[in-house]
């Protein structure tokens, strides 16, 4: 057994992934892995650079930067990256393609999560549902009065999407029976065929802007969307309007967000996502009844993250046995 252990391709895994992707690896009897045993605190990228010499394959999260140094700690016998993720901005592509490594993904099992938490925070943010469970708690709970705690409502409303995916479209499925007016969205060309199933129309950058009264970001973070989202497009926004994140916190200029929010230039902001992640404490964007922060949860139910965890061992696996993977990201 010893022997033939020997011969199996050697894995790292840098997160104690959710328990259905460890069985996928355990049970495969394809590969022989390390783990880094935690979920509570990424590898330290030391020890990291120190348990990838040498292996074949790569199980990794969001939280691990797999650039050149990381690659040529490795060395060549790397074939294959899995990330448990459907971002990959932590991933330098050029340096993967250079070396010839093949790279999964994991889109569509987290669509739906996403999307249903990208809802939860718009309402959250746009009814001001966090400072009015704070008012309820803290005393600020007076009489009934007619405008006090009051926010804006989706019927009638404009939602713009800024990089129409599947995610995009699975937001705007979901809000449509809160009768919204009219979608509309932005991207680097027009997506017809993803338009045409929730009847979004094709505007500039700058209509986005103008005409959204719910602007929620859905691209991907790349060299071309990095803060993106800046004094540019919050000076066009209206002074009701609300913009929702739950992409990457690099699409966004966040000093320019913060001056957005806090001169009433945008009426609220709800992030999912923000740099540095986690978010310092003492950030001024914390310090903002308008802002409402979440760390990072927007794919984070159980069904999904298992989903998330057997995509990714899948992929891997495929990957080494040099066969097609489920979700393979093709550079
Ligand atoms: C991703 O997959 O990229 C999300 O940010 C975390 O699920």
């Not at 049970?27 to 979920?39: A, C, K, M, P």
């Not at 060299?223 to 919050?234: A, D, H, R, S």
């Not at 992409?247 to 709800?270: C, K, M």
């Amino acid at each position: 057994i010893q022997r033939e252990m020997s011969t199996l391709p050697r894995i790292y895994v840098t997160r104690q992934i959710p328990p259905e992707g460890l069985k996928i690896l355990r049970e495969s009897g394809q590969v022989q892995f390390e783990l880094w045993n935690s979920d509570d605190i990424p590898v330290p990228r030391k020890e990291l650079l120190q348990k990838v010499k040498g292996v074949d394959g790569l199980l990794c999260t969001l939280t691990e930067k797999i650039d050149a140094e990381l690659l040529d700690a490795a060395g060549p016998n790397l074939k294959v990256l899995s990330t448990m993720s459907v971002g990959f901005d932590h991933l330098s592509l050029d340096e993967l393609k250079k070396r010839g490594i093949r790279i999964g993904y994991t889109p569509e099992v987290l669509t739906d999560a996403v999307a249903e938490l990208t809802v939860a925070l718009l309402l959250a943010t746009s009814r001001r549902l966090i400072e009015a469970t704070h008012e309820a708690k803290t005393g600020g709970w007076g009489t009934w009065r007619t405008l006090w705690l009051c926010g804006y409502e989706l019927a009638n409303s404009t939602v713009g999407i800024l990089g129409l995916g599947r995610i995009g479209v699975a937001i705007a499925e979901r809000l449509a029976p809160f009768k919204v007016k009219k979608f509309i969205y932005t991207d680097v060309a027009p997506r017809p065929e993803l338009a045409s199933v929730i009847n979004a129309e094709y505007v500039s950058f700058d209509e986005l802007a103008k005409q959204s009264d719910f602007l929620a970001v859905c691209c991907a973070l790349t060299p071309e969307t990095k803060e993106i989202c800046n004094k540019n497009l919050f000076s066009k926004m209206k002074k009701t309007s609300i913009f929702i994140n739950t992409s990457r916190g690099g699409v966004v200029n966040q000093e320019d967000l913060y001056e957005a929010l806090s001169t009433g230039q945008i009426a609220g902001a709800g992030l999912d996502v923000t740099v540095p992640e986690p978010l310092p404490t003492n950030h001024p964007l914390f310090t903002l009844k308008n802002c409402v922060i979440l760390p990072h949860i927007a794919s984070a139910s159980y069904t999904t993250r298992d989903a998330m965890s057997s995509l990714a061992a899948n992929n891997l696996l495929l990957g080494l046995r040099g066969q097609p993977m489920i979700k393979e990201l093709k550079l």
